[in-house]
């Protein structure tokens, strides 16, 4: 059974792009949540998607921003960055939420120049 | 304000040198508290939920207890194998709030 894919592996952008990371869940998991993990912060609850809908939110600015497709696959973007936001990117999926067992990918390293 | 605390921040063990880590939490309306353990360059791997107080569930070296304000994870005779990062959880409605993790190394 494979696990979680998040693409690409590392990033590295500069200020004010924009990036879009992608995560593949778990074939039947419907639930996809997003985390930024950072040395200061530790793990922080970014959103969660549910059959195509954004079920809850972090407390992120609205340059953070997401999606699920039909096949529950997932983005998430971020508009202008900023250095702050370097970070590893986690996604994880589930069956149905954020309140039972979470399979985590590897995430996605992006560096903000 | 929910919030999730872990101590140690670090902790050094001997192989078979047993301890406990700590996660204190402040949270409305307590759904459930997770475990995960993280390698360095991995995502975090699932290892317990626990829902009500007084609740108890084991795994091989790892045990972990629940109250109403704390959870600890007790390792038994560690093995160099169980150096990670530790991480806690708890979810307060259709959210997770972790904590900042206690990194743990074991010497052989």
């Known amino acids: 059974k494979a696990g979680v894919t998040q693409t690409p592996r590392y990033l590295i952008k500069t200020r004010g792009q924009q990036v879009t990371l992608s995560c593949s869940p778990i074939?039947?998991?419907?639930?996809v949540s997003w985390y930024q993990q950072t040395p200061g912060q530790g793990l922080q609850f970014l959103f969660e998607?549910?059959?195509?809908?954004?079920?809850n939110k972090g407390n992120f600015p609205g340059r953070f921003s997401g999606r699920q497709f039909s096949n529950s696959r997932s983005e998430m973007n971020v508009s202008t960055l900023e250095l702050g936001d370097s970070a590893l990117y986690l996604c994880a999926s589930s069956l149905v939420g954020v309140g039972e067992k979470l399979f985590f990918g590897s995430g996605t390293q992006l560096s903000v120049l | 304000e929910d919030q999730v605390t872990q101590s140690p921040e670090a902790l050094r063990l001997q192989e078979g040198e047993s301890s406990s880590l700590n996660c204190s939490y402040t949270?409305?309306?307590?759904?459930?508290l997770f475990w995960y353990r993280q390698d360095p360059g991995k995502g975090p791997e699932f290892l317990f939920t626990l829902y009500s107080a007084g609740e108890e569930k084991e795994k091989e070296r790892l045990k972990a207890t629940l109250t109403k304000k704390e959870s600890f994870l007790h390792i038994t005779a560690p093995k160099p194998e169980d150096s990670a990062t530790y991480l806690c959880a708890v979810e307060p409605a259709d959210k997770l709030i972790f904590g900042t993790g206690t990194r743990l190394q074991v010497f052989p």
């Open positions: 998607y549910f059959s195509e809908t954004q079920r």
């Open positions: 949270v409305s309306g307590l759904r459930g």
């Open positions: 074939s039947g998991h419907r639930s």
